[in-house]
């Protein structure tokens, strides 16, 4: 069972690994603006005591977090598998998908934003850009079709979902060719494309796609 929010970039990332692995699940949608957020729900709490999506039932056990989600997803079901072999490889996955998870989404995300009143569209924007800056430098010495090379990984499920919060936030992606190419080759997948926040059972039906 996945709690997940359409538009949650988190729960994106775990819902492109769940399609792409062929891992059916039932989804509980919990809307992070309605009711004044059920993720603050007694309820939800003790599901995920850090009241965020997503959340996933699975094994007997609750997880959070979504790359602990995908490393478990990762070490319990290999295939397809989502981190490369090849030990630098790997390595260079697990820097792209920390660069979106830890040093972008966070700062733009809805709690903070929040926080930032009337200046949250130049808050999310300027935070977004300032990592984009980095990645696309990174992805010009890392990426092939995809981040890393040529195969679908954990960076490339992390990038897809962090792009869409940038284009939702209407930054400018003209300085980011390298990202934009390889987001456009993603779009492509059938796992992102069912996985897509346009397409989910909670979507707003002004957004479907």
Same mark, same amino acid.
């Given at each position: 069972?996945?709690?997940?929010?359409?538009?949650?970039?988190?729960?994106?990332?775990?819902? &492109? %690994?769940?399609?792409?692995?062929? &891992?059916?699940?039932?989804?509980? #949608?919990?809307?992070?603006?309605?009711?004044?957020?059920?993720?603050?729900?007694?309820?939800?709490?003790?599901? =995920?005591?850090?009241?965020?999506? #997503?959340?996933?039932?699975?094994?007997? &056990?609750?997880?959070?977090?979504?790359? %602990?989600?995908?490393?478990?997803?990762?070490?319990?079901?290999?295939?397809?598998?989502?981190?490369?072999?090849?030990?630098?490889?790997?390595?260079?996955?697990?820097?792209?998908?920390?660069?979106?998870?830890?040093?972008?989404?966070?700062?733009?995300?809805?709690?903070?934003?929040?926080?930032?009143?009337?200046?949250?569209?130049?808050?999310?924007? =300027?935070? &977004? %850009?300032?990592?984009?800056?980095?990645?696309?430098?990174?992805?010009?010495?890392?990426?092939?079709?995809?981040?890393?090379?040529?195969?679908?990984?954990?960076?490339?499920?992390?990038? %897809?979902?962090?792009?869409?919060?940038?284009?939702?936030?209407?930054?400018?992606?003209?300085?980011?060719?390298?990202?934009?190419?390889?987001?456009?080759?993603?779009?492509?997948?059938?796992?992102?494309?069912?996985?897509?926040?346009?397409?989910?059972?909670?979507?707003?039906?002004?957004?479907?796609?």
């Amino acid at each position: 069972i996945l709690y997940s929010y359409f538009r949650s970039s988190c729960s994106w990332r775990v819902r &492109i %690994a769940l399609a792409l692995k062929g &891992i059916p699940y039932d989804l509980v #949608p919990v809307n992070l603006l309605k009711d004044g957020g059920q993720q603050f729900s007694a309820e939800f709490k003790a599901l =995920n005591p850090m009241q965020q999506v #997503p959340a996933l039932k699975i094994d007997g &056990i609750i997880l959070s977090q979504s790359l %602990a989600i995908i490393h478990y997803l990762e070490e319990t079901r290999p295939n397809p598998r989502l981190l490369p072999q090849d030990p630098k490889k790997r390595a260079q996955v697990r820097m792209i998908a920390d660069h979106v998870v830890s040093g972008i989404q966070p700062l733009q995300n809805l709690s903070v934003l929040k926080q930032m009143g009337e200046k949250k569209t130049e808050w999310a924007q =300027n935070c &977004i %850009a300032s990592g984009f800056q980095a990645l696309e430098q990174i992805l010009q010495h890392t990426a092939g079709h995809y981040c890393v090379g040529d195969e679908v990984s954990m960076a490339d499920l992390c990038l %897809a979902p962090q792009v869409a919060n940038a284009e939702r936030f209407k930054v400018d992606m003209g300085p980011y060719p390298t990202i934009t190419r390889i987001n456009k080759a993603l779009l492509e997948i059938e796992a992102f494309k069912v996985s897509h926040p346009s397409r989910q059972p909670d979507t707003p039906a002004e957004l479907r796609a």
